[in-house]
């Protein structure tokens, strides 16, 4: 795998995505809820990358705000979720931030991860992956040094196929797209 371009925004625990990520852990934290509200945004996560539907709702940004809001609480408790998380939501829809929600989604699993003393790795592929294919990526992560990583994965057909790992501030970029690219410059390079 070889290194891509910080182009990409990293899944962290700074920014906006963390202040908000670090508040909800501290809040579950507080209320002794942290294993619930861990499973939740886990669910939540899992929801808004199987769902079309909902991406387009959170990133609409033409949509009144009061109907996203709406939408996204109306689908949470039909889900389910319990009170902690969708107040929670229902604050960063309040505060227009809808859009970053899957962003601070992965922040509080990257907190959550960190205070517990493991990595996070952000895994990106083109279609889920299978449980051998994860398995052999825990296997390579371990190789590697990383042994007490979660993987949080992400698909993104734009990538083509292949996988762009992060795990902490290394990124390793084995995706076609990439590849693609690479070639398209060295042919350019010479003619």
Do not use: C, W
Request: aromatic content about 4%; cysteine-free; overall charge positive.
């Amino acid at each position: 795998m070889s290194t891509r371009s910080a182009s990409h925004a990293s899944v962290g625990t700074g920014g906006l995505a963390g202040r908000y990520a670090t508040a909800l852990y501290e809040l579950a934290a507080d209320r002794r809820q942290l294993d619930d509200v861990l499973s939740e945004t886990d669910a939540l996560s899992r929801l808004i990358d199987g769902s079309q539907d909902l991406r387009n709702v959170l990133g609409d940004a033409r949509l009144d705000i009061r109907d996203s809001r709406k939408a996204i609480l109306a689908v949470m408790k039909h889900q389910g979720f319990g009170q902690t998380v969708t107040s929670f939501v229902g604050v960063i829809a309040d505060n227009r931030r809808l859009s970053r929600l899957r962003e601070i989604l992965a922040a509080f699993a990257a907190v959550a991860a960190a205070r517990r003393g493991e990595m996070t790795a952000e895994v990106v592929s083109a279609e889920p992956l299978t449980t051998a294919q994860r398995a052999r990526l825990q296997g390579k992560l371990a190789e590697a040094g990383y042994s007490r990583v979660n993987l949080q994965e992400r698909i993104d057909p734009a990538i083509l196929g292949g996988l762009v790992v992060r795990v902490g501030p290394r990124l390793f970029d084995s995706s076609l797209q990439s590849r693609l690219v690479r070639l398209h410059y060295a042919m350019k390079g010479a003619a």
